[in-house]
């Protein structure tokens, strides 16, 4: 298999942005998916195949990508948002075994 | 409201067996592919296992592969994991996920959601 990377950590003050980043060979040919969990809970998808966003996820999350590294991006970080944030990258055509990030702990200081 | 409610985690001896199960509500469980997702500290999150929606076509990764056995009953709205010949490795957090598809040529855009809130599963003797 191949590896997903991200960065383990990002802080923001509350209100700033908080940049979040995701890089991996594959997304250069398969699209990206955002996750948050925070403490003791389960994953939420927040972003699916590069930008698109959930209903029910606020506006402030959003998606891009460009080659092999894609970019979770949240504007006016608010106390809520601090959680584990973990990038996928998913195979189109058979297993449906895609491979996680090890995940960015977002903290707002 | 859809809901994913997993059962059957607990503390099992290195060789025992578990088996969890995920109780689904809130939406057309026989149209949708299920899978199992475990998350430890140290691997993070890991696809386990997945099956489609009539159960004929089945997934695994390599490292449970003969040892654990994904199922479902759609009459029943669940979706199983059977896990034999446990390793203190497959310790983790266990959750089901619905998988989300949205078909392109000869392919599928996939994602989860929603998921369960997991169950722990811990192999110790």
């Known amino acids: 298999s191949y590896e997903v990377t991200q960065p383990p950590s990002v802080s923001v003050s509350p209100g700033q942005t908080a940049r979040i980043t995701c890089s991996a060979d594959?997304?250069?040919?398969?699209?990206a998916y955002w996750y948050q969990q925070r403490p003791g809970q389960a994953p939420v998808l927040v972003i699916f195949k590069d930008t698109e966003r959930p209903s029910g996820i606020p506006e402030r999350f959003s998606g891009s990508g460009s080659g092999t590294t894609v970019t979770l991006t949240i504007n006016g970080v608010q106390a809520e948002d601090e959680a584990d944030y973990y990038c996928q990258s998913a195979d189109t055509i058979g297993s449906y075994q895609g491979v996680f990030g090890g995940g960015t702990k977002l903290t707002v200081l | 409201e859809v809901q994913l409610v997993e059962s059957g985690g607990g503390l099992v001896q290195p060789g025992g067996s578990l088996r969890l199960s995920c109780a689904a509500s809130?939406?057309?469980?026989?149209?949708?592919?299920m899978t199992w997702v475990r998350q430890t500290p140290g691997k993070g999150l890991e696809c386990v296992a997945n099956i489609n929606q009539d159960g004929g076509e089945k997934n695994y990764v390599d490292s449970v592969k003969g040892r654990f056995s994904i199922s479902r009953d759609n009459a029943k709205n669940s979706l199983y994991l059977q896990m034999n010949s446990l390793r203190a490795e497959d310790t983790a957090v266990y959750y089901c996920?619905?998988?989300?598809?949205?078909?392109?040529?000869?392919?599928?855009?996939?994602?989860?959601?929603?998921w369960g809130q997991g169950t722990q599963v811990t192999v110790s003797s």
């Open positions: 594959a997304l250069a040919k398969q699209y």
């Open positions: 809130g939406f057309p469980f026989s149209s949708y592919r």
């Open positions: 996920a619905r998988v989300e598809t949205e078909s392109y040529g000869s392919g599928s855009y996939w994602w989860l959601d929603p």
